[in-house]
């Protein structure tokens, strides 16, 4: 794909994310996250934050988005890129648990798109974003190189 295209792509992904950043749900933080994730067939699986008062149970945009995706029926490994969209000063990152279950459901290569309100964006992998991570492939010994 050319640049041109693939920024056009970035660019409607990060306005999806910050759509669905506005449906937030965060009493405590106050903090709205939105992710747009694009699966291989086109369609787009929106996310949020959601919040609780226990703290714990909190689920991230990001995790919202995949997790969404996966019970609408999409499998692991099927989604292309994955926008997420904050108000922070720099392009917003994903939590440490998000990377995690990113590496579990997404290609190493897949692009991770990181926006803020103000237009700053960064654009990373799945891999750079968890360098030594714990992979399903590190459950079989015998698939390990
Ligand atoms: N949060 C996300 O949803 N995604 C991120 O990438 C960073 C953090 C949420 C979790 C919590 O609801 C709030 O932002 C503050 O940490």
Redesign the pocket.
Known sequence: MENNNLSELYTTLLQAAKEAMGRAY?PY?N?Q?GAALLDKDGHIHYGC?V?NAAYGP?N???RTALFRAIADGKGARSFQAIA?M?DTDGP????GV?RQVLVELCEPDMPVIMGNLKGNFAISTVAELLPGAFTPSSLHKEEQV
């Open positions: 965060v933080s903090f996250v934050n919040e909190t991230c945009a990001e997420v904050g917003i990152t994903p939590c998000c």
